[in-house]
């Protein structure tokens, strides 16, 4: 009877032992989900405001793209579509521009911040344009332009580059007079970027805008390097019936003049002037 009764207790004492550590176990495996939630959820913030800080860095550089003295968002900053937010801070120096953006995942959570120095062509995108004139009087005749076309056909539209101390500003001006402007047997693969409703080419390739463009600042002392796929030729007079593979820099002498027949340039052309060149002075170069 008595070993029975030390048997029953050594199986009561093991239940309490296999009790404790299967709760000590389920304590442990607990905490370690709870930490590995908290760890998830930490990543996903983290994720959360990444992005968000890289959304306000492509929303920056698109402003800017269309107003070169944009100061930023303000302190209300923009809240994104499915949560998270981000502010912008913008500060222009010279050339440059001093980007700060901060950002945030939903509901305040999370954290980034990002700093950035741009320099920035602003205006309508006048990178990605095959063409951009911005004078006073145009004629073309038998041109193939594979590309977008913007034509400042109106005055007032232009804002002008002036290099300064500082590196350099626009201000407003354009030339003083427009004249009729003629565009003969031109093929236009993409469109005609215009300001007053004459038709030059097709109508339906044509788009008025009202917002005014921006000249780009220039530097093409790089152009006078040799480089693969770069061509420099230091002479103007006639060139007719050539094909360039190649760009193509033409690196004249002041006042030298430049005449282009039946030339094909698939890398484009690039005419030299020197960075400090006025453009609207009395033409360098005539071509």
């Known amino acids: 009877m008595r070993e029975r009764e030390t048997n029953r207790g050594s199986v009561l004492l093991l239940t309490l032992l296999m009790t404790g550590l299967i709760s000590m176990l389920a304590m442990s495996f607990t905490s370690s989900a709870r930490l590995q939630l908290s760890v998830g959820g930490d990543l996903r913030n983290e994720v959360h405001a990444d992005l968000a800080v890289q959304s306000g860095l492509e929303f920056a550089q698109r402003q800017l793209l269309l107003d070169p003295d944009w100061a930023g968002t303000g302190a209300d900053?923009?809240?994104?579509?499915r949560g998270g937010h981000f502010t912008v801070s913008a500060a222009r120096s010279g050339e440059e521009h001093l980007l700060s953006?901060?950002?945030?995942?939903?509901?305040?959570?999370?954290?980034a911040r990002v700093a950035a120095t741009l320099r920035v062509d602003g205006g309508n995108s006048?990178?990605?344009?095959?063409?951009?004139?911005?004078?006073r009087e145009l004629s073309m005749e038998n041109v193939h332009i594979n590309g977008d076309f913007i034509l400042a056909d109106k005055l007032g539209v232009v804002m002008d580059w002036k290099?300064?101390?500082?590196?350099?500003?626009?201000?407003?001006?354009g030339p003083a007079t427009i004249e009729p402007f003629t565009l003969s047997w031109m093929t236009l693969n993409d469109t005609l970027i215009k300001y007053t409703d004459t038709v030059y080419v097709n109508g339906a390739q044509e788009q008025k805008i009202s917002a005014k463009v921006y000249m780009p600042s220039w530097d093409l002392n790089d152009y006078l390097g040799s480089a693969p796929g770069r061509i420099v030729l230091n002479t103007g007079g006639l060139y007719e019936n050539q094909n360039f593979q190649d760009t193509v820099v033409f690196h004249l002498a002041p006042g030298e003049q430049l005449t282009l027949r039946k030339c094909r340039f698939l890398g484009g052309i690039v005419v030299y002037c020197e960075r400090t060149a006025d453009l609207r002075a009395p033409a360098r170069n005539q071509v």
């Open 77 to 81: 900053g923009v809240t994104l579509p």
């Open 101 to 111: 953006v901060d950002a945030g995942g939903p509901a305040g959570s999370g954290a």
């Open 126 to 135: 006048t990178a990605d344009k095959a063409l951009v004139f911005m004078g």
């Open 163 to 173: 290099h300064n101390a500082e590196g350099g500003t626009w201000v407003p001006g």
